[in-house]
């Protein structure tokens, strides 16, 4: 069984910067494609960021141009740099593979406030 690992998330003012960790027990973790989801309280989780195998990147609208995701294949961890933080961002991000998903890890709690 797969576990996957979230980290880094926390307390930030608008504006400001966080960087998130997944990590994931697995050996040949470079074929898969991972994404990072979100889901705020009431909400249906979402796709935010997603980077393929061959670590070709894409973004939701709303964090487009803020939100970097990359991997590092030989460490077994993607990553999510998260840039002018807005309010919106408020959330438990998430770490999966492609479908079908591995079992969903606790996540790690991000809270954008003044």
């Known amino acids: 069984q797969v576990q996957l690992v979230e980290s880094g998330g926390g307390l930030v003012r608008p504006g400001g910067s966080l960087r998130l960790s997944c990590g994931a027990s697995i050996n040949f973790f470079s074929s898969y494609g991972i994404g990072w989801y979100r889901q705020a309280p009431g909400k249906q989780r979402e796709l935010v960021a997603h980077i393929t195998r061959g670590v070709i990147t894409n973004y939701a609208d709303s964090v487009k141009g803020r939100f970097t995701i990359s991997r590092d294949n030989a460490k077994s961890t993607v990553y999510l740099q998260m840039n002018s933080l807005k309010p919106e961002d408020t959330a438990v991000y998430y770490c999966?593979?492609?479908?079908?998903?591995?079992?969903w890890g606790q996540g790690t709690q991000v809270t954008v406030s003044s």
């Open positions: 999966n593979r492609d479908i079908p998903f591995w079992s």
